[in-house]
């Protein structure tokens, strides 16, 4: 076994890639960016090495860097996750020619799966079957065209050098084929710097089901069975399974032989993945599964493998690096129960999923399913990296265990002030065709909408941290014929709203001055809010600078202690109003200058009305 290794990664996959390595006695280096050096990758590891500034292309794209922290560490072997430099055929011959164990398959098969049409046609005479296409080198318009009309329409065109799901065009009609064409040339030209394309059949309602393989230096090779990540956003995994939803046992050994025979064709070694495309338009059947491409390293959702099976496939990527053979033989490889794994991204699904950055204030995911995480509680997410911050997996006896773990888990998880995609992995978790096993790569277009979470608590959740929260904000109203009703007002990350409690409320915190400004974080389907009392939030507006005293209920006033164009300091008593029996003084929130007293002893005043205005002293 390695004594050493280096991993050229970041975020939940390096403290994964670690967690393995030290249970196997592992020493481990973590390399780190400027951005990272608080990062947990670089905590966890035994020893770790600054490579660059923030920019993956000064740091973690620095390949000779990387090497360099290796021999300057001592590490033996570099493991290199996934992204970044894990598919760069160039890097892997440098780690091995700088005499070190590159923890992947030999170079040779990175580059042979690098391009789409190469990948296809090796697959092909190694007998995979391939999506229906053109794979050829003339790439005359005129004879393209053909092509795509013996294919039969919809096609897609392909770059063969692309990735990311950039350069791809689908095209519905022979008369939009020409222009189409030049556009995808164009793009890939730009992004690939090789304008060469294929043509493929367009399959309408896909699925993608992908086969784990691994194989060792002694000549082994075995799959671990399949995965389903059809569930998918503009082209992106969102939320992945194992096994594939309505796969039977013939389909299932058709696909996974398939993929044995890919791997065999590249004389595989590591952990690989066939990605395979299928039209599951009348179930899923073996005449309609295609290969699609092949994955030379581990994959983001090769915990859903590990949950079914029991294996640990770092494990196992770092025994086969050693030289050992594989661990299991595929006749001890088997399937147990249903695993499940959401993608959870700092990203905000009500402003178009941007990325969410900035500081996690609270952070806790619970520890009903298997969190992998890169961060905790405290941790910045920068604007540089993939705004991924962890994967939840479940494992349970049925789909429909894992499915509800995992929503479960998901639902109740902790993100501010962060935002997250976790409401929104509830809501496609819940939904109706999901649940069925009724699953393709349009699920998400289609039901955007459906699958929106709600931007603010439910009223009995709202209403239960009112009534924890407290505050001077409750009124007690009475309706003819009806049971007393209390009205709390309180601010929701940092927004005005009513709610309706039946709970006697909290005492307020202190009759005089701004109550401290309570932290009460409340969850609900996989979101979190801020919830304040009305009063607080007086005290919270004059520390951003706005001096405006507003009623925080209705009442009467029934002393004005100072008046318009006094100099006052902190904290000095300006109004005191009356208010369900009780006495609240409101005072200065900074050092300045009364400008407006807009009432008199003895008015009646409405909740939110302005009873004052502080200005700083030098904007009077
Ligand atoms: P990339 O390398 O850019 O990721 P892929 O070839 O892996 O491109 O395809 C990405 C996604 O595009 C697939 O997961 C699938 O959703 C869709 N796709 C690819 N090929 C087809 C096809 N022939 N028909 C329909 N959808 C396809």
């Known amino acids: ?14 403290c994964r890639i670690i967690r393995t390595a030290r249970r196997l006695g592992i020493r481990t280096v973590a390399v780190y960016s400027d951005a990272d050096a608080q990062a947990l990758h670089v905590a966890m590891a035994d020893d770790a090495v600054r490579i660059g500034p923030a920019p993956v292309r000064d740091s973690y794209l620095l390949g000779d860097r990387i090497i360099a922290a290796a021999r300057d560490t001592g590490a ?27 923890v992947g398959p030999d170079p040779a098969s990175i580059t042979a799966m690098g391009l789409k049409d190469a990948a296809k046609a090796l697959m092909a005479d190694a007998g995979v079957p391939v999506t229906p296409g053109y794979l050829g080198d003339n790439q005359d318009p005129d004879h393209l065209a053909d092509q795509a009309a013996a294919i039969g329409y919809p096609v897609l065109i392909k770059a063969v050098a692309g990735g990311g799901g950039k350069g791809m065009r689908l095209v519905e009609r022979p008369a939009d084929f020409a222009d189409a064409l030049l556009s995808c040339q164009r793009e890939a030209a730009s992004s690939f710097g090789n304008a060469h394309v294929l043509i493929e059949k367009y399959i309408e309602r896909p699925r993608h089901i992908e086969v784990q393989v691994f194989g060792d230096r002694h ?31 013939a389909t299932r050994d058709a696909l996974c032989a398939a993929a044995v025979r890919a791997a065999r064709a590249v004389d595989y070694v590591g952990a690989g993945t066939i990605e395979f495309i299928a039209d599951a338009s009348e179930g899923l059947r073996a005449d309609r599964i295609w290969f699609m491409e092949m994955n030379t390293r581990l994959q983001v959702e090769h915990p859903v493998t590990e949950a079914i099976t029991g294996q640990d496939l770092v494990e196992w990527q770092l025994r086969v690096a050693s030289g050992e053979p594989l661990p299991r033989a595929q006749a001890d490889l088997s399937i147990t129960g249903w695993a499940m794994e959401a993608r959870l991204y700092a990203e905000d699904p009500a402003k178009g999923f941007l990325p969410s950055i900035g500081r996690l204030d609270a952070f806790d995911l619970g520890d009903s399913v298997r969190v992998d995480t890169g961060v905790g509680q405290g941790a910045t997410i920068s604007p540089f ?41 509830v809501q496609a978790l819940r939904h109706a065709d999901f649940a069925a096993g009724d699953i393709d790569t349009g699920l ?40 007393p009703q209390r009205q709390a007002r309180v601010l929701v990350d940092g927004q005005p709203g009513d709610v309706a409690i039946d709970a006697p409320l909290a005492p307020a915190a202190g009759a005089i001055g701004p109550a401290p400004l309570a932290r009460t974080l409340v969850t609900e389907q996989g979101r979190s809010w801020q919830v304040t009392p009305w009063r607080a939030a007086i005290s919270g507006a004059a520390a951003a600078g706005d001096g405006a005293i507003l009623a925080p209920m209705p009442g009467r006033i029934i002393a004005v202690s100072v ?34 007293m807009p009432h008199d002893e003895g008015a009646q005043v409405q909740e939110g009305t302005l009873l004052a205005r502080i200005v700083a002293e030098d904007a009077a």
């Open 1 to 14: 076994m390695l004594a050493s290794l280096l991993i050229a990664n970041r975020g939940e996959i390096a």
């Open 76 to 102: 033996q072997a570099i493991h290199p996750g996934y992204g970044f430099l894990s598919e760069n055929a160039q890097f892997a011959q440098a780690v091995i020619d700088a005499g070190l164990i590159w």
């Open 219 to 249: 000549g082994n090779i075995v799959h671990l069975f399949e995965r389903d990540c059809s569930l998918q956003r503009r082209h992106q995994k969102v939320i992945e399974e194992a096994p594939a939803p309505g796969m039977d046992g």
């Open 385 to 425: 990296y993939d705004p991924m911050i962890a994967k939840l997996i479940a494992h349970g006896d049925s789909r429909d265990a894992a499915r509800t773990a995992l929503a479960a888990a998901l639902d109740r998880s902790v993100v501010w002030p962060l935002r997250t995609n976790a409401g929104f992995l």
């Open 444 to 483: 998400i277009a289609r039901e955007g909408e459906a699958l929106m979470p709600a931007t603010l608590p439910s009223e009995p959740t709202l209403a239960q941290a009112a009534a924890r929260v407290g505050g001077a904000g409750a009124l007690a109203g009475f309706r003819l014929n009806a049971a």
């Open 563 to 596: 008046a318009s164009g006094d100099k006052v300091t902190k904290g000095q008593k300006l109004v005191t109003l009356e208010a369900m029996k009780m006495e609240h003084g409101l005072s200065a929130p900074f050092d300045g200058i009364v400008k407006d």
